[in-house]
């Protein structure tokens, strides 16, 4: 009995040392493996993420060879009014520079009724024409200009899926953004709103990475400055960054306008006539054909209540942002309750709401900003073709929501191309051929608007259908969630 007691504690002694012994093991293992593997993994992203960049930097070389092939191949379309509008004209903008050699330097606007960039930036373009060479310079810039801003369009995209499993969506996302078939022959045909739409971008950009801080709201003003109808993207959009993280609004409206003051009344040499050419735009007083709805609906059809329709038309404009701020704050009421800030249940489910609405903020800000652009695509006073570039960064933004809550997508895509092939041919029936006239082209406008409008309003829908789904997957009650908001 002494035996086997003696060899049982033996065994166990053996059992318990082999045991502290490979618990050692595996304690030196977990001390000195992840150290390694840590290393591992850092190298491996950073050889993942050069090459990531070279490839990148290869498709922008690519893409950027295709424009420049593109220039001298392409000048016919300068003539259609979907691509040329008065606010992107080259020509009109070599007229402001004859009317200012014309007045000896006083003025670049002769007519009282022209509409044409503001002035600083005329001021900006006459300067790299005089002292750059022409208008070889002039191309080069918008060359530059549509570059950086693929560059900064592709980092918007690349920020937002910053998941592993998101990769591969984004590196077509950027393709597509890259590879864009009116992207690139917007430099080719000398689109001057280039300009505008990378300081959108740049916008868009800080606004996800940094929120709204002291540069994002310069970037702002010089955006209003650049087009004052901007004010119905980034108030919204600021609006709701306030609902969401209780900043500071009213600095950031007084940067807004000190910055477009400090731009109007020292950089554009003439405030009064800045003004002028901006209410001149407001008020659509160069009657230019062009693809929007209020040129051929109210200017052309209605021309005796054009005043009135003016008024109308931004009045819709101030309601439609109204409702997209009051819809986007149903939906942040809704996360305060869901994932409330200060829980009583344990540290870790709290710090896992945090992350939830946090990732939620996010969606919330690129939605406001989605909506936003997509309303001021299709309510534009002068519309081109080349405001498809914003409305298709709205939609990769967050394609899951056009993915998941646009019905009909295969419809409304083939609708807006058979729409674009359809005006071209309208429009060499009625100019060129002689054998239509006006509504042949204007009817396909129409019908190309209303498929946009379609899709805004099922984009705008979906916040609300996904506040419903996110109310269902968490169990709330609806009385609840009703007294709440009214107490």
Not at 183 to 193: D, E, F, Q, T
Not at 369 to 375: C, D, F
Request: proline share 2%; charged share 15%; net charge positive.
């Amino acid at each position: 009995m002494i035996k086997i007691l003696l060899s049982c504690s033996f065994a166990s002694y053996r059992v318990t040392a082999s045991d502290q012994n490979d618990s050692m093991f595996y304690y030196n293992q977990l001390i000195i493996m992840p150290q390694r593997e840590r290393q591992r993994i850092q190298e491996l992203q950073k050889a993942q993420e050069k090459k990531s960049f070279l490839m990148f930097i290869l498709y922008a070389t690519v893409g950027l060879l295709i424009r420049i092939i593109l220039e001298s191949r392409v000048q016919f379309l300068k003539h259609y009014p979907y691509f040329n509008t008065p606010l992107i004209d080259l020509r009109q903008l070599f007229e402001a520079f004859s009317n200012y050699e014309v007045s000896k330097g006083q003025t670049y606007f002769l007519d009282h009724n022209a509409i044409n960039q503001p002035l600083a930036i005329i001021r900006l373009y006459h300067l790299i024409y005089t002292s750059l060479g022409g208008i070889i310079a002039i191309k080069v810039f918008l060359f530059a200009c549509d570059l950086a801003t693929v560059l900064v369009q592709c980092k918007i995209i690349s920020s937002i899926y910053t998941k592993e499993k998101d990769q591969k969506i984004s590196w077509v996302m950027q393709l597509v953004l890259i590879f864009n078939p009116l992207g690139l022959i917007s430099p080719a045909v000398h689109n001057l709103g280039i300009l505008n739409h990378l300081l959108i971008s740049v916008f868009i950009l800080m606004v996800i990475r940094i929120g709204f801080s002291i540069a994002t709201d310069i970037i702002c003003g010089l955006c209003l400055y650049l087009d004052p109808m901007l004010i119905y993207v980034v108030l919204p959009s600021r609006m709701i960054y306030a609902l969401l993280e209780k900043g500071n609004f009213l600095q950031s409206l007084t940067i807004w306008f000190g910055t477009f003051q400090v731009i109007l009344f020292t950089l554009s040499g003439d405030p009064r006539e800045d003004l002028r050419n901006y209410f001149n735009i407001i008020s659509v007083k160069d009657h230019s054909e062009n693809i929007g709805l209020f040129w051929y609906l109210f200017v052309e059809l209605f021309k005796q209540h054009v005043a009135f329709y003016q008024v109308l038309y931004l009045l819709f404009f101030v309601v439609l942002s109204v409702q997209i701020v009051l819809n986007l704050n149903f939906f942040i009421q809704t996360l305060n309750i869901i994932f409330p800030q200060n829980s009583k249940k344990k540290q870790i489910d709290q710090q896992q709401k945090d992350a939830k609405r946090a990732a939620t903020h996010k969606r919330v800000v690129i939605w406001s900003l989605s909506l936003a652009l997509y309303l001021r695509v299709i309510l534009s006073h002068y519309p081109s073709l080349f405001e498809l570039n914003l409305q298709l960064l709205a939609v990769l933004m967050d394609y899951r929501i056009f993915r998941k809550y646009v019905e009909g997508q295969i419809i409304l895509i083939f609708g807006l191309i058979y729409c674009l092939q359809n005006m071209l041919f309208m429009w060499i029936t009625w100019i060129d051929r002689h054998s239509g006239n006006a509504n042949f082209f204007y009817f396909q406008t129409i019908v190309y608007q209303l498929f946009h409008s379609v899709m805004f309003v099922q984009l705008y829908g979906s916040v609300d259908k996904k506040r419903k789904k996110l109310w269902e997957k968490n169990g709330k009650f609806k009385d609840a969630y009703i007294f709440s908001l009214v107490s």
